[in-house]
């Protein structure tokens, strides 16, 4: 057997982490098996669905690099098919025409409400002559479901789990304007596409026992099932937007590493004994559903900086660069050369010390001008009077060397700094303050380095004044 999996979003919003997760579990376990990945949009929701939704759902997949095969599936262009399942149905016995009206739904609501149970259609039309039907009403089509029982499904994560047919109603499979339903065409979409694992999230377990009955009234080859546990956030309550329930697309304009949120996606209810760090090759080798956990994962921001840490260090100088480019373009600022070649040697001392693209660029903003910076009130406060006059002082002894490297520049700074009978912190603070504008930056003098001698002297000049 050939595993085939399949990821289907609905285009009605950005792709957000736990889709995003759901994404990468189908493909990691489609490619450990050798398998194919599908893609499919569930845009029969045409009020909510939108090409924008669409565009950032396969924007998000392309980012995370989790390539599908074959062209995507979009489900409302198969409404037909859809339709002639249900109506095949009908030619079985399996399904019937109901022409219960608004308001004979509405008090059967209404019933439900006032005795604390959901609401459950009682089945009235399921075995009457359809000749009884009233005058023009336009019929649903609903499935015979079992009324006595139980469904056991034997789920790959969730175990072994049953509910009583009598919970389990005629579900609706053709609206009144022959219009299929979401049960239904998940259903056919899955069984047409010769989906062989269905892996999604736990909401949508008990919609599992519904599309079983489908599959055998149909009398097609029902998919294994793996329901993944939801992702809260780091209290536990359910994930929002302020714990993190955004669009994958807004972590990599955050400055994220596609491999770390892939990395650090992965480990959100699935574990390979103590392993964090687990590339995509590795993933792929090891990935199955039997260690996927039963419980909620837990959205923790603080894990998924350390991980994308790591593998900025890991990442190449020039890719790097790259990635700071294109993000500074995008907001609209270009590199000149000085600027790219002073970013392509900051880089190595940056990625140490930095967790996102995004703190990269916040680091090198001093570096990417020719003018004197802005100082931050914290760096202001550091040039006072006195400082002024040390720095005035070293200013000229920095114009005099002939060398321009880092170890010559600490040299002539410490000597200076010791000739005042000053400690080192105490003039290289100042002097971090006047060239940067700010108190924090990578170390001070591979810092004067990279900006060279004019433009480090005229910076000493401005504040020192």
């Known amino acids: 057997?050939?595993?085939?999996?399949?990821?289907?979003?609905?285009?009605?919003?950005?792709?957000?982490?736990?889709?995003?997760?759901?994404?990468?579990?189908?493909?990691?376990?489609?490619?450990?098996?050798?398998?194919?990945?599908?893609?499919?949009?569930?845009?029969?929701?045409?009020?909510?669905?939108?090409?924008?939704?669409?565009?950032?759902?396969?924007?998000?997949?392309?980012?995370?690099?989790?390539?599908?095969?074959?062209?995507?599936?979009?489900?409302?262009?198969?409404?037909?098919?859809h339709a002639e399942v249900a109506h095949a149905l009908l030619a079985k016995g399996h399904a019937y025409r109901c022409y219960a009206s608004p308001d004979e739904l509405q008090a059967m609501r209404e019933k439900a409400k006032a005795e604390g149970r959901p609401m459950r259609y009682d089945g009235r039309w399921r075995d009457r002559d359809p000749a009884d039907a009233p005058p023009g009403v336009k019929p649903v089509i609903r499935i015979k479901a079992p009324r006595t029982g139980e469904t056991t499904i034997r789920d790959r994560v969730q175990g072994e789990v049953k509910i009583a047919n009598e919970e389990l109603d005629d579900m609706v499979l053709l609206r009144a304007d022959g219009t299929p339903t979401y049960m239904l065409s998940v259903v056919v979409d899955d069984h047409d596409m010769a989906i062989t694992h269905v892996i999604r999230g736990q909401d949508h377990l008990t919609n599992a026992f519904r599309q079983y009955h489908l599959y055998r009234a149909m009398d097609w080859i029902v998919p294994e099932f793996a329901h993944i546990p939801l992702i809260h956030a780091a209290d536990g309550t359910k994930l929002s937007k302020r714990h993190g329930a955004i669009g994958i697309e807004a972590y990599r304009d955050m400055?994220?590493?596609?491999?770390?949120?892939?990395?650090?996606?992965?480990?959100?209810?699935?574990?390979?004994?103590?392993?964090?760090?687990i590339s995509t090759e590795q993933a792929v080798a090891w990935f199955d559903l039997d260690a996927v956990g039963r419980s909620p994962a837990r959205f923790d921001t603080a894990k998924l900086d350390h991980l994308n840490g790591y593998y900025l260090r890991a990442a190449s100088d020039d890719r790097l660069?790259?990635?700071?480019?294109?993000?500074?373009?995008?907001?609209?600022?270009?590199?000149?050369?000085?600027?790219?070649?002073?970013?392509?040697?900051?880089?190595?001392?940056?990625?140490?010390?930095?967790?996102?693209?995004?703190?990269?660029?916040?680091?090198?903003?001093?570096?990417?001008?020719?003018?004197?910076?802005?100082?931050?009130?914290?760096?202001?406060a550091l040039l006072g009077a006195d400082a002024k006059t040390q720095l005035r002082v070293l200013t000229v002894a920095l114009r005099a060397l002939s060398s321009w490297e880092a170890t010559t520049l600490e040299e002539t700074v410490r000597r200076h700094a010791e000739s005042a009978g000053l400690k080192l912190k105490d003039i290289a603070q100042p002097l971090r303050a006047a060239v940067t504008g700010r108190t924090v930056s990578p170390p001070i003098f591979d810092v004067l380095a990279i900006l060279g001698r004019e433009s480090t002297l005229a910076r000493l000049d401005r504040a020192s004044a």
Not at 255 to 277: F, P, T, V
Not at 355 to 367: A, P, Q
């Open 321 to 380: 660069v790259g990635l700071v480019t294109t993000a500074l373009a995008t907001a609209g600022t270009t590199l000149d050369g000085i600027a790219r070649e002073r970013l392509r040697r900051a880089i190595p001392l940056l990625k140490e010390r930095t967790k996102t693209i995004v703190e990269i660029i916040d680091n090198i903003k001093f570096l990417m001008i020719d003018d004197v910076p802005t100082l931050d009130p914290k760096a202001a």
């Open 255 to 277: 400055g994220y590493l596609q491999e770390a949120m892939r990395n650090y996606l992965l480990r959100l209810g699935w574990a390979h004994g103590d392993d964090e760090i």
């Open 1 to 81: 057997m050939t595993v085939i999996t399949r990821f289907a979003p609905s285009p009605t919003g950005f792709l957000h982490i736990g889709g995003g997760r759901t994404a990468l579990f189908n493909w990691l376990f489609a490619r450990h098996h050798g398998g194919q990945f599908l893609l499919r949009i569930e845009d029969t929701d045409r009020a909510r669905s939108t090409q924008a939704a669409v565009d950032a759902i396969l924007d998000g997949l392309r980012w995370l690099e989790l390539d599908w095969d074959d062209a995507p599936v979009f489900q409302f262009a198969r409404m037909a098919r």
